[in-house]
């Protein structure tokens, strides 16, 4: 699960994205208005946290334009904003929840996970195959009902290739799954990520199978339990 901070505040950027990347989400952070619209066009995110007040602009030209443009991200507003007529105007243009600053990391964790975990045109909150059970809002993973942790890019290579079960995943959909903006993608880094899923998939006798594309990507496939 990939999620997009905009939030100019550099020390609680830096809190928000050490508590996400220790909860095994691959995140972005960007400051601006300008550089959030960058950083939109170019990849998907599952959710974005989304201050209003950038150095550059209303967090609320970010929103109002993802909505106009009929995209469904989910929005978390985390804003010293606290009047009740500023959060009626952001959930009317779109946002999912609204966080007034200070704000408990244990709440905002928790609000990002029921966020999460609501229906999308795009996502499943729970993906199956095999023996493996996702749970996409905590990301946790089951195998026979047995939680069975990952670290933290073999688990987004699974996730990515769960929800496009029996579809072809491109090498560059998966590393936009498991790097952020700021991480260096190295030329087998996926190669290496879906070797080493693979054998622990194996080890856990998970009944799925990924299988390469020369050129082209992975496919995740459930295979006849042993």
């Known amino acids: 699960m990939r999620l997009l901070v905009v939030e100019d505040n550099e020390r609680l950027s830096q809190l928000m994205a050490r508590l996400l990347t220790e909860n095994r989400f691959t995140v972005d952070v960007v400051p601006t208005v300008e550089e ?23 967090g609320r030209d970010i929103l109002r334009s993802l ?3 009929g995209r469904k991200t989910r929005i978390l507003v985390i804003t010293a904003r606290a009047e009740v007529v500023e959060r009626v105007s952001a959930l009317n243009e779109g946002a999912d929840d609204y966080l007034v600053k200070p704000f408990s990391l244990d709440e905002l964790l928790a609000r990002i996970r029921a966020l999460l975990r609501r229906p999308s045109e795009t996502a499943q909150s729970t993906l ?5 059970s996702l749970d996409t ?27 496009h079960q029996g579809q072809l995943v491109s090498r560059r959909k998966l590393e936009e799954a498991i790097y952020s903006f700021d991480e260096e993608v190295t030329s087998n880094a996926i190669e290496a990520a879906v070797s080493r899923l693979r054998r622990r998939l194996d080890a856990l006798d998970a009944a799925v199978s990924i299988t390469s594309m020369r050129g082209l990507g992975y496919i995740l496939t459930e295979r006849e339990a042993a």
Do not use: F, Q
């Open 36 to 58: 959030a619209e960058a950083a939109l066009e170019l990849v998907e995110h599952d959710l974005i946290l989304l201050d209003l007040s950038l150095p550059d602009g209303d």
């Open 67 to 69: 909505r106009r443009a």
């Open 128 to 132: 199956a195959a095999g023996k493996l």
């Open 137 to 163: 809002s905590t990301l946790t993973l089951r195998v026979g009902g047995e939680v069975a942790p990952l670290p933290r890019r073999e688990l987004g290579v699974l996730a990515s290739l769960m929800s």
